[in-house]
């Protein structure tokens, strides 16, 4: 049985359908959004045309910090066209692992797909979970330089960034040994540190906002807070939320979607990365007006109920929507003492004159932008699971099968469109549309 073929075949049946149903609905949206600007004083870190891998062990394969972080850049530039690729491989160190040695790993996984961007995060296996060994250290060391000459020399002009490891959870249990084994980790991504200054390297610190996070959730809800690293090793939706935080943050990511001050006096608006217009005011204290951001809140969606609690104590622990979310709408000069706020005619919420003066935020509010951010997130991950498809069940464990070989490149063709396909559906997903906003006064 040709099983390369019938894999392909099956995925393909699967998901074209859906493919194309998104497809026409996310094609529906309007795509004359305004263009996503930065208000931070360094500018974001990728560029129109970038090819992003991520490379890693098991933390990077989970495909969840990666997720996230191409959705945030989905959605906050919309016009922008980045692609990515998630390249983590559980167990990995820096000689490689269950995916072929290192060489092999970084010329299939990253190399393959001429990347301008790679992220590397690796050393939670490279330390072999035991107090600090300066043989293991080393070997660390001189592996992982070698994975920055080697991908710097194969693709010329790339732009690396090195990633401390993500914590061992010594936060919310005891230490296994003493200092334990998260101290090593730091040490090992200190050295990083001072490898990314001497090559020119970005540097993310995965480790620190996450133990920081941890600490302030065990201090409120411990037995919850063990959850967000279940095994102390791999985290859940939620610390891989503040991961991808920490992450785009050392690209410099914006932390504003849009924010929008309008004065119900005069009707005057100001707008920052967002189109007003329209804005009324009715004899009974009611506004209106339409307004077109130029960029999607972020995605922040609530896992299964079994992760939950874990996700929203992470969630509430954490700086995230301060810091990357901020879909700010102020209201000045208002005469009723509270309002109710919707948008396309469905209520968003109930709101104080004092605190649409002081300015809400909408980004985490259940509204119909996030309610299409959402759909990028599904998207999103339809696409890195199919990439993953095409890659672990279809072209790793065939490649020395002689019988298959000719076989194999329809089959991985076949999944590369199918990706493609999801790809465009996520975009047009990601384009803003416009949405009537009415402020009603209550009695």
């Known amino acids: 049985m040709n099983f390369p073929v019938l894999i392909a075949s099956r995925l393909r049946r699967r998901l074209l359908p859906v493919v194309s149903l998104v497809a026409i609905a996310a094609l529906s949206l309007t795509s004359s959004a305004v263009s996503a600007q930065s208000n931070d004083r ?31 850049i989905v959605t906050r530039f919309p016009r922008m066209n980045v692609s990515f690729v998630h390249s983590g491989w559980g167990g990995d160190r820096v000689g490689g692992g269950g ?17 301008t961007v790679v992220t590397i995060m690796l050393g939670m296996n490279d330390g072999s979970y035991r107090a600090y060994d300066e043989p293991i250290f080393q070997t660390f060391s001189t592996g992982y330089r070698h994975i920055a000459d080697k991908l710097k020399k ?48 970005g540097i993310a610190d995965l480790n620190t906002p996450v133990v920081t996070m941890l600490t302030k959730a065990n201090a409120v809800n411990p037995t919850e807070a063990q959850k967000i690293v279940p095994d102390r090793v791999h985290p859940g939706w939620g610390g891989h939320l503040i991961m991808a935080q920490s992450l785009l943050k050392s690209w410099n990511a914006p932390s504003l979607v849009s924010a929008v001050t309008l004065d119900a006096r005069t009707t005057k608006v100001e707008a920052q990365n967002a189109d007003v217009k329209q804005v009324q005011v009715a004899t009974n204290g009611t506004i209106t007006w339409d307004a077109l951001e130029g960029a999607l809140p972020f995605p922040i969606l609530p896992p299964d109920a079994r992760n939950a609690a874990s996700y929203n104590i992470a969630l509430a622990s954490s700086d995230f929507v301060d810091t990357l979310d901020r879909e700010m709408l102020t209201i000045k000069n ?40 959402q759909l990028v ?13 095409r890659w672990r069940s279809i072209q790793v464990p065939n490649a020395e099968d002689k019988s298959v070989q000719s076989l194999l490149p329809a089959a991985i063709k076949d999944l590369d469109t199918a990706a493609q396909k999801i790809t465009q559906a996520q975009r047009a997903a990601a384009q803003p549309r416009p949405h009537r906003f009415a402020l009603v006064p209550r009695p």
């Open 42 to 72: 360094s500018p974001f870190a990728l560029k129109n045309g970038d090819r992003v891998v991520f490379y890693g062990d098991s933390i990077t394969d989970a495909r969840m910090y990666t997720l996230l972080a191409e959705e945030y």
């Open 99 to 115: 995916g072929g040695p290192i060489d092999l790993r970084l010329d299939r996984d990253v190399s393959a797909y001429k990347p």
């Open 154 to 201: 194969d693709n010329p002009g790339v732009r690396l960034t090195f990633i401390q490891p993500s914590p061992y959870d010594d936060v919310t249990r005891p230490a296994t040994f003493d200092g334990g084994y998260n101290a090593v980790l730091v040490r090992y991504g200190a050295f990083l540190g001072d490898l990314a200054k001497s090559t020119g390297a």
């Open 334 to 373: 208002l005469s009723a003492a509270n309002y109710v706020l919707t948008i396309d005619g469905q209520e968003i919420g109930n709101f104080t004159r004092e605190q649409l003066a002081a300015g809400i935020n909408l980004a985490p509010l259940a509204t119909p932008m996030l309610r299409q951010a």
């Open 377 to 389: 997130h599904t998207l999103t991950q339809i696409r890195a699971n199919t990439h993953n498809s």
